[in-house]
């Protein structure tokens, strides 16, 4: 009996420290596309997927995007600041594959310096980058060569 009571305990232990570490990492994902870019970009057929994790206890935030039938050799992607529909500022540069299009993968990971403190749009901090995509205020953007201001975009929400 002792050790059933031991076993229950270690248990329910072992589930309220899982719960804890969980609620430490939020989920944000994007549909990228052209209509989403500011001023959209309607002759693309690009679009794609990005699922982007902050690790609150960590201070890391990490990044899979997926494109798809980009046209063009990709020339940049980021996180910028900005709501739906408005063009926004570069806050997280991504290390993208150097002239890849058609079909390929953005990963990476940032730090809290790795932030690009952005002053008119109050995002000079880790922590404001936090309160930015938690806010909804946040997304990403992929650039190519045919469209370097942007080929697809899409806003980051927090998944629940």
Same mark, same amino acid.
């Given at each position: 009996? /002792?050790?059933?009571?031991?076993?229950?305990?270690?248990?329910?232990?072992?589930?309220?420290?899982?719960?804890?570490?969980?609620?430490?990492?939020?989920?944000?994902?994007?549909?990228l596309?052209?209509?989403?870019?500011?001023?959209?970009?309607? +002759?693309t057929?690009?679009?794609?997927?990005?699922?982007?994790?902050?690790? @609150?206890?960590?201070?890391?935030?990490?990044? &899979?995007?997926?494109?798809?039938?980009l046209?063009?050799?990709?020339?940049?992607g980021?996180?910028? +600041?900005?709501?739906?529909?408005?063009?926004?500022p570069?806050? &997280?540069?991504?290390?993208?594959?150097t002239n890849?299009?058609?079909?390929?993968?953005?990963?990476?990971? +940032? /730090?809290?310096?790795?932030?690009v +403190?952005r002053?008119?749009?109050?995002?000079?901090?880790?922590?404001?980058?936090?309160?930015a995509?938690?806010?909804?205020?946040?997304?990403?953007?992929?650039?190519?060569?045919v469209?370097p201001?942007?080929?697809? /975009?899409?806003? @980051?929400?927090q998944? /629940?």
């Amino acid at each position: 009996m /002792r050790r059933v009571l031991s076993l229950v305990i270690a248990g329910a232990f072992t589930l309220l420290f899982s719960a804890q570490a969980q609620a430490q990492t939020l989920t944000f994902t994007a549909t990228l596309s052209g209509s989403n870019e500011a001023p959209p970009v309607a +002759a693309t057929g690009a679009g794609g997927f990005a699922t982007v994790t902050l690790n @609150l206890t960590a201070q890391t935030l990490s990044w &899979v995007v997926d494109v798809f039938n980009l046209p063009s050799g990709v020339t940049a992607g980021h996180i910028h +600041a900005g709501g739906v529909g408005v063009a926004g500022p570069v806050v &997280v540069n991504f290390t993208v594959p150097t002239n890849a299009s058609n079909d390929f993968r953005i990963t990476g990971s +940032a /730090r809290p310096a790795d932030v690009v +403190a952005r002053q008119p749009q109050g995002v000079n901090t880790w922590e404001d980058l936090v309160q930015a995509m938690m806010t909804g205020h946040t997304y990403v953007n992929v650039h190519s060569q045919v469209n370097p201001g942007g080929e697809v /975009r899409g806003q @980051l929400v927090q998944q /629940r």
